[in-house]
């Protein structure tokens, strides 16, 4: 059996939220910038980075301290909010508790690296049961110990955590800057999940594999597990 781990990206990955993470982001442009956020922009640039980051990119570096986490409270605020008004988009992606119980079952090390904060992950333990397949102390998410994606620290980070040579690790990701980050990390093979085919995010990724759902994932881990 190959010795192997999986890190998975959270948002966009294993919670198909980035409609929903545009719309909030949107949502706060509209009422503070008084126009809409490119979607395309969005998705190329802001995608998989950290909510700091994506208020420099739309909101520029002239805001305050203070200003820029106002805003960046308010938007959580109305994420948080869409997702609990509409249960049928806020749960697991299909396959993905499959995948889980697999590596479970066979003890295969996987973790969760995202650029959520603290407080986001300790939302999703409470509305999406985490808890199931994670302890909510081993996930590694944006604390401030290091820059957001396509920067490779949080993905150099979680490999030492699980023991695991990054070159034997898989890395799942929906974003151009997750991709980019993992292989500047080393990781030896990547998947970028595609649910809704888009051409742009594909082109500008740097996927060992690109998936439009986790069916494959799971045959990709079976097989592994099998050699």
């Not at 919670?15 to 008084?34: S, V």
């Not at 739309?58 to 305050?64: A, E, I, K």
């Not at 909010?81 to 299909?94: N, R, T």
Request: aromatic share 12%; net charge negative; charged share 20%.
């Amino acid at each position: 059996m190959q010795n192997f781990a999986v890190i998975f990206d959270f948002n966009g990955t294993m919670l198909f939220d980035t409609r929903i993470q545009y719309q909030a982001w949107n949502i706060l442009a509209q009422k503070t910038l008084g126009h809409e956020i490119d979607q395309r922009t969005f998705l190329r640039e802001a995608n998989g980075r950290t909510s700091s980051e994506t208020v420099d990119l739309f909101w520029g570096n002239h805001v305050t301290k203070q200003q820029k986490q106002a805003l960046i409270t308010r938007k959580r605020e109305l994420y948080k909010e869409y997702c609990l008004a509409h249960p049928e988009e806020f749960h697991l992606a299909e396959g993905i508790p499959e995948i889980l119980d697999l590596l479970l079952q066979y003890h295969v090390p996987f973790t969760i690296a995202t650029s959520s904060n603290p407080n986001s992950v300790d939302f999703y333990f409470e509305h999406l049961q985490l808890g199931r397949w994670f302890r909510r102390e081993e996930i590694v998410c944006n604390d401030k110990q290091f820059p957001g994606k396509p920067a490779p620290d949080i993905y150099r980070y979680t490999v030492q955590t699980l023991d695991v040579p990054a070159e034997q690790c898989i890395v799942v990701e929906d974003a151009i800057a997750g991709t980019l980050a993992a292989r500047a990390a080393g990781i030896g093979y990547i998947v970028l999940i595609d649910s809704e085919n888009n051409r742009m995010i594909r082109a500008g990724a740097q996927a060992d594999l690109i998936i439009p759902s986790f069916d494959t994932l799971y045959q990709l881990i079976y097989d592994r597990l099998a050699e």
